[in-house]
């Protein structure tokens, strides 16, 4: 290109181009986050949300879910359990409009503001908190499931159950990990 109007004009339309691809860039969505003020990312998990305390589920919120988020499913598991992962509460069909989840959500069949509780690996419904043998330190991992449809599953399903009906579902993921010992 001797011509210098046709050098300016192809900088210009590439500058042009860098510039939509920079925003397209910036307008992308960031990466869906789940956390707990209850519950610092790797700290100890309080005895108030464990067997040795009152048991109860802690405060989870989340943010930066994608647009075609439908529902959330809970799944909460210590993957250090002796006899293998071990389930501690399961919930899912938590609607899109939802944030988060209180503080102590009851041990019902239903999530109160919409969803429903599941089977955990005690063998009841909604959140049993840690109780490992005492020893070693346990990994307690609340991973968070925005999907793109609501589940077509019958009441009290299992972390299996819901891990299944997903496939194909899940639009981001998120996760927080905190620990316990006895």
Excluded at 101 to 115: D, K, N
Excluded at 130 to 140: I, L, N, R, S, V
Aim: hydrophobic fraction near 40%; proline fraction near 9%.
């Amino acid at each position: 290109m001797k011509n210098p109007q046709h050098r300016f004009r192809w900088m210009l339309a590439g500058l042009i181009i860098l510039s939509i691809e920079l925003q397209g860039i910036a307008l992308a969505e960031s990466p869906m986050v789940l956390s707990s003020p209850s519950i610092a990312p790797g700290a100890i998990i309080a005895s108030d949300f464990a067997c040795t305390g009152a048991d109860r589920s802690p405060e989870l919120a989340w943010r930066d879910a994608p647009k075609s988020t439908v529902t959330f499913a809970l799944i909460v598991e210590d993957p250090d359990a002796p006899g293998g992962t071990f389930v501690h509460w399961v919930a899912y069909n938590i609607p899109a409009s939802r944030t988060s989840l209180p503080a102590g959500v009851p041990q019902s069949a239903e999530v109160p503001g919409g969803g429903a509780n599941g089977m955990n690996s005690f063998g009841h419904i909604g959140y049993n908190g840690p109780c490992p043998p005492p020893g070693k330190t346990h990994h307690y991992r609340f991973h968070l499931f925005a999907l793109d449809s609501a589940l077509s599953i019958g009441d009290g399903a299992s972390a299996a159950a819901i891990e299944s009906a997903i496939k194909g579902h899940v639009a981001a993921e998120a996760e927080l990990t905190g620990t316990f010992n006895r």
